[in-house]
């Protein structure tokens, strides 16, 4: 083996590597041998070591060994999973007795950075593959002119993200590879996580905290058993152990002539003993239709009787495709393991350059890429390429204070042209067009720490939620009806047509005559011939909306995340610039700040 080459894999910056090759060149097959078996013991007790002063770690610049000292856990999140995850390593970290420190990164003070031995760092993407706001300092600092050296520093990264997105966890690799230039050294490898983030996190946490423990993995794990994410409630029920939920009711919201569908939906809770609060998200796994399995066998000319081995265990074709592999939409990752398969050069050509990517894959399926690029796949390759089924997260419509065991949803049915075929949203078309009232769906609850009512239950809110984002500001409103205490509240819905997509209408309008509902303004875009939205009933607000801002009010944003909640953005910071009497800049500080204090919380997608 080639000692330079297999020292550049391993977790070495460029000066360790070097020195490590110098010290190893030379030494015979048995005296390497030696010392493999010497390492292992010091990276089982390394305090013994470095007491007894029987080795001197810095003769070999100190990269095999995970330095003693406190653990820093940054985390940056938007939705709370990171802040979850990062908790969850401190809570584990902890009963293996190192000692933790958990910061969120919109906090952090980066002088602390020069204190830190031992960090690892807890981050998802936003935007198209950007930090959520709260870590953008921090990514900032890092990336700048002013960035410290970090050579002192040992770290590892969890990125958080959703592979169908172009830029699958960009962050997590951003901070990845920037603590790699500033000189920190590796602990354990970056893990990137898909949206059931659940298996890769804790792989990763053990790693690291194996890595890091003065005891080896094997009697740590025997110490405290498995290290489970904690579930997001007392119940038994979790991502990973899903509660199979009875459809009590289901409902089109729109009236007949609509452009739109929108889904309620109730699903029964009883006797799982899960709960959630308002904000909380509602996590659903969705089935392919038999229609697109059908087309899919028949373009691969493959039987769905064939056995294969998934990441579910051993089942015919037919079930896989049907319930553990998503045929739509067409992720990057996809995309790139079948051009290997292949050997495509079209599709290489494509993958190399990003904004071709951007144009290729929407509106684009599995069958698409196998009748444009047709090829004769084993059973077993056809689903090494497909996207494993990944659930759907929905803004939960629901407040258990007013629906008791029941947990109800707010579901658009994606349907659409593209390419010559008719397709349709993997999971809602599952809830719309394949189960019924008395059919089971599999759920879990995805809490959302930064989507939450004020801790102060008189205090004011700004609600925008124009279509389906309108689900959370009902659970919002459930929860203040029965509350005995409660703030002034500000609706903003938006949709198409008032006659037929004004959802939850007469509960808007009920909430308003009991007065749990303060104020609402719509938009109802194609009722007239000029568009009309959400923000431009902002601006027509903007004194009274300032004046709520001023007294301290909360304001909430969800729905769209392509137009709307930028245009809602701008429109609040125009507003904040124009009734404040401030510079444009001035106001996107102020809106930071929101941000920062939990006073701007988006629920967006
Ligand atoms: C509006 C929006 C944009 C997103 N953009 C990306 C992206 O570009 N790349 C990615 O890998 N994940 C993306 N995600 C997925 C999130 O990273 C993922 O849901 C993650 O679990 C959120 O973690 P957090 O709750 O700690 O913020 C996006 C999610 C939302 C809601």
């Not at 739509?328 to 495509?344: N, V």
Request: charge should be negative.
């Amino acid at each position: 083996m080639d000692l330079k080459k297999g020292l550049e894999r391993g977790p070495f910056n460029d000066k360790q590597g070097k020195k490590l090759s110098e010290a190893l060149s030379g030494l015979d097959f048995g005296q390497l041998n030696w010392l493999s078996g010497y390492f292992s013991g010091i990276a089982q007790n390394p305090t013994s070591i470095a007491t007894d002063g029987t080795a001197n770690e810095s003769s070999l610049g100190a990269a095999t060994a995970v330095e003693p000292g406190k653990l820093n856990i940054l985390f940056g999140s938007h939705t709370g999973n990171s802040e979850a995850l990062a908790e969850n390593l401190a809570n584990l970290a902890k009963e293996r007795g190192i000692e933790v420190e958990v910061s969120d990164m919109a906090s952090f003070k980066t002088r602390d950075l020069n204190k830190i031995k031992k960090l690892a760092v807890v981050v998802s993407t936003h935007g198209l593959g950007e930090p959520p706001v709260q870590a953008q300092d921090l990514y900032k600092y890092l990336h700048g002119k002013r960035a410290p050296d970090l050579s002192h520093v040992q770290f590892s990264v969890l990125g958080l993200g959703d592979s169908s997105y172009v830029d699958f966890c960009q962050t997590g690799k951003d901070f990845d590879a920037i603590l790699d230039k500033l000189g920190g050294t590796r602990m354990a490898p970056r893990q990137d996580c898909d949206v059931d983030y659940e298996d890769d996190a804790e792989t990763w946490q053990n790693t690291l905290l194996d890595a890091i423990s003065k005891k080896s993995s094997e009697t740590s794990n025997l110490q405290i058993g498995p290290n489970e994410i904690a579930p997001a409630t007392e119940t038994k029920y979790s991502r990973k152990n899903l509660f199979e939920a009875t459809i009590l009711e289901k409902i089109n919201l729109n009236g007949t002539g609509s452009s739109k569908e929108t889904m309620h939906l109730e699903l029964d809770l009883q006797g799982s003993g899960i709960t959630y609060e308002p904000g909380d998200a509602l996590g659903v796994y969705g089935a392919n239709s038999p229609k697109l399995v059908k087309a899919v066998l028949e373009a691969t000319n493959l039987s769905g009787e064939k056995m294969v081995v998934g990441h579910n265990g051993e089942k015919t074709l037919l079930e896989a495709l049907t319930y553990d592999y998503e045929l739509t939409p067409l992720s990057k990752i996809s995309l790139s393991k079948y051009a290997e398969i292949t050997d495509s050069p079209r599709l290489k050509k494509i993958l190399a350059d990003s904004t071709a990517v951007l144009e290729y894959l929407p509106g684009r399926d599995i069958i698409d890429l196998l009748s444009g690029e047709p090829h004769i796949f084993s059973p077993d390759e056809l689903i090494s390429v497909l996207r494993k089924n990944t659930p759907r997260m929905y803004s939960i419509a629901s407040s258990q204070e007013a629906v008791g065991e029941e947990v109800h949803l707010l579901v658009s049915i994606v349907r659409y042209n593209a390419f010559g075929r008719d397709k349709e949203g993997h999971c809602s078309s599952t809830l719309a067009d394949r189960l019924e009232v008395d059919d089971k769906v599999k759920i879990f609850v995805d809490k959302n720490t930064r989507f939450k009512l004020p801790k102060n239950p008189d205090a004011p809110i700004i609600m925008v939620g124009p279509g389906t984002g309108i689900a959370p500001f009902r659970a919002f409103m459930q929860h203040r009806e029965v509350a005995e205490k409660k703030g002034p509240s500000w609706l903003f819905f938006g949709n198409r047509n008032f006659t037929t997509d004004f959802l939850y209408q007469t509960e808007w309008q009920q909430y308003l005559k009991e007065g749990v509902l303060t104020k609402a303004d719509v938009a109802f875009s194609r009722d007239q011939i000029e568009k009309n939205y959400v923000q431009h009933r902002m601006l027509e607000n903007g004194k009274e909306l300032y004046d709520w801002l001023e007294n301290g009010a909360h304001f909430y944003v969800c729905g769209d995340a392509q137009k709307m909640a930028k245009d809602v953005d701008l429109a609040l910071k125009q507003i904040i610039q124009q009734q404040g009497g401030v510079t444009f800049e001035k106001a996107e500080d102020y809106v930071k700040k929101l941000q920062l204090a939990n006073r701007y919380q988006a629920d967006i997608y």
